[in-house]
C-alpha cells in the first residue's frame, strides 16, 4: 500500500559511492506532482546517477528515495509500471513505421494504449507509415517521448530530450512537453540547455559535485544569485568607454566591440547615458536586460554545461 503524497519524487539524503569517490553526496530535494521539474549540472556532477536511482536502476549505498509514496529500493515492480523514460541517446527500429513501433512496445508493455491520442500529441500523425530511420532528429526524439508514454506513466523522466537537434526541431519538443504538463504529467528533465529549462521548468535544481547547490523557480534563483542588470552600449565614439570607465562601473568589451556594463539599478542606467550625453559623445544602440539562468548557473559552479552530444555522462 502506498501513502498519499502532494510529491512524485521525495530524495532524503542520497549518497552514492564508487569506492571512495562520492558520485551524489547527501543530497535532498522534492518533486510536486504535475509539475515539469529540471535537474541541472555539469558531465559528471551526479545527474544521471541520482535519476539511475531515482528510476529503480541503481541501489543508492545511503538514504532514502521514494517514488509517488513508494521506496525505490523495495518496491520497484511497483514503480516501473507507472514511469516513463526516455534515455539520452533514445534509438529504434529502422524499419518500421512510427505507428508499428507504438504498437511494438504497447504489446512490450502488455497495456492498451490510445496509440492515435499518442500520435496526436507528439504531432507525428503526418508521419504514422514513416519508417523510424527516415525519421529526422526532432521526429525521432518526439517518437521517444511518446514511447515513453505507451503505458500512461504518472511521472516521465526525459534525459537530455533536445540535444543535437536544430533550433526549430528543439522548440518543437518543448511544445510536446508543455502538453504533457497540461495532461497533468509529472515531468523530470534532465538539459544541458539554460533556455529549455528557464522556459519549461517550474522548479529547477542545480547539482556540482554529487550535491544540490541551488533549488527554486528560475525566477527565484535569478533574482537570489543574479539581482543585476547587464547594459550593453554599440558606441560610434571611442570617448564613450572611458566615460563608463570613469564613472566607476567597470566597463568590458565584446568580440563585437560592444561596450558591457553590469549595473544594480536601472536608474544606473540612466546615470551613464546621461554622462555620454553631457559629452557630447555618441552612440548607436543600447539594450539593458536581466541575467538569465546560464549566468546564474556559471556563477554558483564556475562551469558552462557542454552541448555536445557526443559528451554523453559516464557516471
Do not use: C
Amino acid at each position: 500500500m502506498t501513502k498519499e503524497t502532494a510529491y512524485a519524487v521525495e530524495v532524503d539524503r542520497l549518497t552514492k559511492r564508487y569506492g571512495d569517490l562520492p558520485a551524489v553526496d547527501d543530497i535532498s530535494f522534492t518533486v510536486r506532482k504535475g509539475e515539469v521539474f529540471a535537474f541541472l549540472g555539469p558531465n559528471g556532477a551526479g545527474k544521471t546517477t541520482t535519476v539511475e536511482i531515482i528510476e529503480t536502476i541503481r541501489p543508492p549505498t545511503s538514504g532514502k528515495v521514494n517514488l509517488l509514496g513508494m521506496d525505490v529500493t523495495k518496491k520497484k515492480h511497483d514503480i516501473v509500471h507507472r514511469i516513463g523514460v526516455l534515455p539520452q541517446g533514445f534509438s529504434s527500429f529502422d524499419r518500421i513505421t512510427v505507428r508499428e513501433t507504438l504498437l511494438y512496445y504497447a504489446r512490450l508493455f502488455s497495456v492498451k494504449t490510445d496509440i492515435d491520442g499518442l500520435i496526436e500529441l507528439v504531432n507525428l500523425r503526418d508521419k504514422t507509415k514513416e519508417q523510424y530511420r527516415n525519421l529526422s532528429g526532432g521526429l525521432k526524439q518526439r517518437l521517444g517521448i511518446a514511447i515513453a508514454l505507451v503505458n500512461n506513466p504518472e511521472v516521465v523522466f526525459l534525459d537530455e530530450p533536445t540535444t543535437g537537434l536544430d533550433p526549430r526541431a528543439r522548440h518543437e519538443v518543448w511544445e510536446v512537453l508543455l502538453g504533457l504538463k497540461k495532461k497533468g504529467k509529472t515531468v523530470f528533465l534532465t538539459t544541458h540547455y539554460m533556455e529549455e529549462a528557464e522556459l519549461l521548468a517550474d522548479t529547477v535544481a542545480i547539482i556540482s559535485k554529487g550535491k544540490v547547490i541551488a533549488m527554486g523557480t528560475p525566477g527565484e534563483l535569478i533574482e537570489r544569485n543574479a539581482n543585476y542588470l547587464s547594459l550593453t552600449l554599440k558606441p560610434i565614439d571611442e570617448k564613450v568607454f572611458e566615460i563608463v570607465r570613469k564613472m566607476g562601473f567597470g566597463p568590458v568589451l565584446d568580440n563585437h566591440k560592444n561596450i558591457k556594463v553590469r549595473v544594480e539599478h536601472t536608474y544606473d542606467v540612466q546615470k551613464i547615458l546621461n554622462a555620454i550625453k553631457d559629452a557630447g559623445a555618441l552612440y548607436l544602440g543600447l539594450d539593458v536586460r536581466k541575467p538569465n539562468l546560464e549566468e546564474v548557473f556559471l556563477k554558483l559552479t564556475g562551469e558552462a554545461l557542454r552541448e555536445d552530444p557526443d559528451e554523453m555522462e559516464t557516471e
